[in-house]
């Protein structure tokens, strides 16, 4: 059972325009929810974070957005760049104590020049 | 500089051979995890530790076992490897349920 969902296993755009990574959760026991990006042969390296008691967070190109009543959340890279072509993976955790973080499968993007 | 290592990068093997899977943090976190990677997956969680001497199984069923002696250190171990074993393997370290730090991966091949 998939309890972080990233339905789109690749996007393309074109180097400027923006990029829309989405992603779903099922647990409503989730409360804080991260965006990882990963290079090929790398590890997954930690980009923007989101608590549930807000709706947006923003670090310079990047936004995170996320939809409680819908259990979704989106990345959103403006201009996107050809470096950012990687894999990108949704995270949810739970403050809980004992709570593991569970990750989505993850959504290629390529950026083209 | 505080990091997380994994060793070796790569790594093919013989069926049936016994391997370990390094990996060492310096940065004090108390929790830390193993991933299994397979492309276009999901990462799984295979194990994880929240201090010295408390090891736990995953969500994943995984052959291996793995060990925390000392809190910089988390092995992984397959005592005899299998062409079904064949994937990423990641390392990671946090302190706290959020903040993951992972490791470059060791990408096994069993053959």
């Known amino acids: 059972d998939q309890q972080v969902k990233q339905n789109s296993p690749s996007l393309s755009v074109q180097e400027g325009r923006i990029s829309i990574l989405n992603c779903d959760y099922t647990?409503?026991?989730?409360?804080?929810f991260l965006w990882y990006k990963k290079y090929p042969a790398e590890g997954p390296t930690f980009l923007i974070s989101i608590s549930s008691i807000k709706d947006k967070n923003e670090d310079g190109r990047f936004t995170v957005f996320l939809n409680k009543s819908a259990k979704h959340l989106s990345l959103h890279i403006v201009p996107s760049q050809p470096g950012d072509s990687a894999v990108y993976f949704c995270a949810a955790s739970a403050h809980t104590g004992g709570f593991k973080t569970i990750f989505g499968a993850g959504t290629r993007l390529f950026v083209k020049a | 500089e505080a990091d997380i290592y994994q060793t070796p990068r790569y790594l093919v093997i013989g069926t049936g051979k016994k391997i370990t899977l390094e990996c060492s943090q310096t940065?004090?976190?108390?929790?830390m995890y193993w991933y299994q990677q397979d492309p276009g997956m999901e990462l799984h969680l295979i194990h994880y530790?929240?201090?010295?001497?408390?090891?736990e199984k995953g969500d994943l069923s995984s052959e291996s076992t793995v060990s925390r002696i000392r809190t910089e250190h988390f092995p992984l171990t397959l005592e005899s490897a299998r062409p079904s074993h064949t994937s990423q393997y990641l390392c990671a370290s946090s302190p706290d349920s959020y903040g993951y730090t992972f490791g470059s991966g060791t990408r096994l091949t069993v053959v």
């Open positions: 530790s929240y201090g010295v001497n408390s090891t």
């Open positions: 940065m004090g976190h108390d929790k």
């Open positions: 647990n409503s026991m989730f409360d804080y």
